[in-house]
């Protein structure tokens, strides 16, 4: 079931997404050789809780941190632990939110750690603009398709493959909500866009092949060909005035 949101939700889910984008700012600046991605999500549980507001992610389906920490070739889902300490050169994707009121806010980025290779830069810097052609198809009267269809174009176009097991969603009071928001998809189908939908919207972007797998753990997904992968993801209100991105400090 799709919630719309009225102005006045949007006033309280507002909220809770800048402090999502707080968080991801000041965890993102943390980013640097020598430090763990237990740290980095610590500093994400104690800047969320500092403005009064609460991990969502944690505990979520059994997530046991704030942030979703994924280095290099890894997708998604990575846990945080002690033991990964980032190095020199690692790309590090950060997905993580805040709950405030009753509604949630979700975001991600992929950061650089110390110095990077080029092709590691465009990665990132193809999978962001890919991030804002999505939203910019987000319009009222649009259907989901659009934005897929944007995201996929942009990555494609450059080299990059889209990872299709994984796709945005709908955000509110839940922090998955219907409908999916597929990275992918053909321009004009799907379902039609409304005012008053929240959607985040988060490419995930592999410098080689598409195809992902999972480990042992549960919950990493890393690249099946270990090629680098990015991801950036905002919350997004539709609007009668256009695409509203939540997520900003
Ligand atoms: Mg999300």
């Not at 909220?15 to 943390?30: F, H, N, P, W, Y």
């Not at 050789?33 to 500093?43: Q, V």
């Not at 990493?220 to 270990?226: A, F, W």
Request: overall charge neutral; aromatic content about 6%; some cysteine.
């Amino acid at each position: 079931m799709i919630v719309l949101k009225t102005s006045r939700d949007l006033a309280v889910m507002r909220e809770a997404c800048r402090i999502s984008a707080g968080a991801l700012q000041v965890t993102g600046k943390a980013v640097e050789p020598g430090i763990s991605t237990w740290e980095l999500d610590k500093i994400a549980e104690r800047y969320i809780r500092s403005q009064g507001a609460e991990p969502n992610f944690l505990n979520l389906y059994g997530f046991p941190a704030c942030a979703c920490i994924s280095i290099n070739d890894e997708v998604i889902h990575g846990i945080p632990s002690k033991k990964r300490v980032l190095k020199q050169g690692d790309i590090v994707s950060i997905d993580l939110g805040a709950k405030l009121g009753g509604y949630n806010g979700d975001n991600a980025a992929t950061f650089a750690c110390g110095d990077i290779s080029d092709e590691a830069k465009r990665l990132i810097d193809t999978t962001r603009e890919s991030l804002y052609e999505g939203i910019t198809a987000a319009v009222v009267g649009g259907k989901i398709g659009d934005i897929g269809s944007a995201v996929q174009r942009y990555c494609e176009q450059r080299g990059y493959s889209v990872v299709r097991e994984y796709t945005g969603h709908g955000v509110g009071k839940a922090l998955h909500e219907d409908p999916s928001v597929p990275n992918y998809g053909t321009a004009g189908r799907g379902l039609r866009l409304l005012a008053g939908m929240t959607l985040a919207i988060e490419p995930m972007i592999n410098m080689g092949g598409a195809a992902i797998r999972q480990l042992s753990d549960g919950w990493t997904v890393k690249t099946k060909d270990g090629s680098l992968s990015a991801h950036f993801e905002h919350t997004v209100a539709i609007t009668n005035d256009g695409p509203k991105i939540l997520t900003l400090v």
